[in-house]
C-alpha cells in the first residue's frame, strides 16, 4: 500500500462509530479489506453486534504460530461538546489524527492488518501468523474470553497486543481486578436512628481497612507494589432515612508477586474480619478479574521486538523497554498460558487513550507498520 492507502484504513475505522460494541461493522470492513487482497478470514459473530475477527496466514506452515491481537471497540466520548470536532471525522491537523479511538487502538489495528497485507503481498512470509481482532476489550473482555475458550491462544508461540505504546516495547503489565462490596442494615427513620443499622456504616470501616490492606504484598521485580483504589460508592437514597443498603466499588492491580487470587483471598478474609468484629454484614462480589503479563525484558522475543521497532523508528525516537499498570487481553489469553512470550506495542502514547481530542500520529502509525512487519520477518529467520 502506498502511504495514502495506509491512512485511509486508519480513517476508515475511525469513522466506524464502535463504543463498548459495535465491532461487527469493524469486523466486515477489515473482512472485506482482507478479501479485497486475497486474504480469507473468518467473522465470529455473537451477540447484539458483537463479534471478533480470525485471519490465519499461512496455516499449513510447520513450526511456531505468532499471533497479533488488537480491539475493535473504543470507550466512550466522555463529552462529546467538548471535542475540536466530531471525533468519527477524523482530523488531520500537521502529524496529528484526531477521533474516537485514533489511539486506543484503531491505529494499531490498522497497522496490525496493514503489515499483514503488505507482508502477503510481498510473499516474504512463510510461517504461520494469527490475527486475532477482538471485541469488548473495554469492557469485560467477552471477546478475548471467546477466543481463549475456543483456544485460539492455546498453540502460539508468542503475542504481540497493539496497544499505543509509542513505539516502546511493554513487557510487562499489571492484571486488573475489578470488585464490589454490599453492606446491609436496618431502615429507620433518621429520628430514631438507634433503632436501625446504618449499612454506610459498614462501608466506612471497610474502606478504611482496606487502606492498610496491601502494605505488607511483596513488591514484584517489574510492577512494583500493587495499586489499588475505591472509585466508587453508593449508599442512602433519602436524608431522613437511614439506610438499609449500601455498595462500593473497587480496582486493584495485581502483579506475579501478589496474584489476583491472594487479592481475593484478602478481600475475603477481611469482609469476614469486620463481619465478625464489628458486625457489620458485609458481602464481596468479584465483577472482573484480569491477570497480569509479565515477559521478562531479556527474553529472546522482546530482544527482538526492540531491535525491528528500532530500526523502522530510526528518525523519530529511540524506543525502550518498560511497564504499565493498564490492562489488554493479553491478560485472558495468558490464563491458561502463563508463561506465553507477550510484549505490547502500538503507534503514540498509552496516555492518550480514553481522552477527549484523543489523537495519533502519522509518523508513529506508519512506524509501527514497518515495526510489525520486522517483528514477523524476524519471528522467522
Known sequence: MNKQERIQVLTDLIKINSINGNELEVATYLKALFAKHNIEAAIDAFGDKRANLIMELNPQASGPILGLTGHMDTVDLVNEAKWQSNPFEPKLDG????????????????????????????GQVKGHVRFLATAGEEYGTPGANRLEEQNYAADLAALVV???????IVYAHSGSLNYRIKSYGQAVHSSRPEE???????????YVAEQELFNNAPKDLY????????????????????????KLEGNIRPTKAFSNEEVIKSLKALV????????THLE???????????????????????????DAFANL?????????????????VKRRPDLPVFILGPDK?????????????SSYLAVIEAYKNIILNFFE
Do not use: C
Not at 436501625?196 to 471497610?206: D, Q, Y
Not at 525516537?317 to 489469553?333: E, H, M, Q, W, Y
Open 95 to 122: 502529524d496529528k489524527l484526531y477521533g474516537r479511538g485514533s489511539a486506543d487502538m484503531k491505529s494499531g489495528l490498522a497497522a496490525e492488518v496493514t503489515a499483514l497485507i503488505e507482508l502477503v503481498e510481498s
Open 162 to 168: 497493539g496497544e499505543p505504546t509509542g513505539g516502546d
Open 196 to 206: 436501625g443499622k446504618n449499612a454506610i456504616t459498614g462501608l466506612v470501616k471497610f
Open 223 to 246: 510492577l512494583g507494589k500493587i495499586k489499588h483504589s475505591i472509585t466508587v460508592i453508593e449508599g442512602g437514597k433519602q436524608v431522613n432515612i437511614i439506610p438499609a443498603e449500601a
Open 272 to 279: 469476614s474480619k469486620l463481619n465478625q468484629a464489628e458486625a
Open 284 to 310: 464481596f462480589e468479584l465483577i472482573h478479574n484480569f491477570y497480569p503479563v509479565v515477559t521478562s525484558p531479556d527474553d529472546a522475543f522482546v530482544k527482538k521486538g526492540l531491535a525491528a521497532t528500532t
Open 317 to 333: 525516537r529511540k524506543p525502550k523497554l518498560r511497564i504499565i499498570n493498564g490492562a489488554t487481553d493479553a491478560s485472558v489469553f
Open 350 to 362: 498509552w496516555e492518550l487513550a480514553h481522552q477527549i481530542n484523543e489523537y495519533t500520529t502519522i
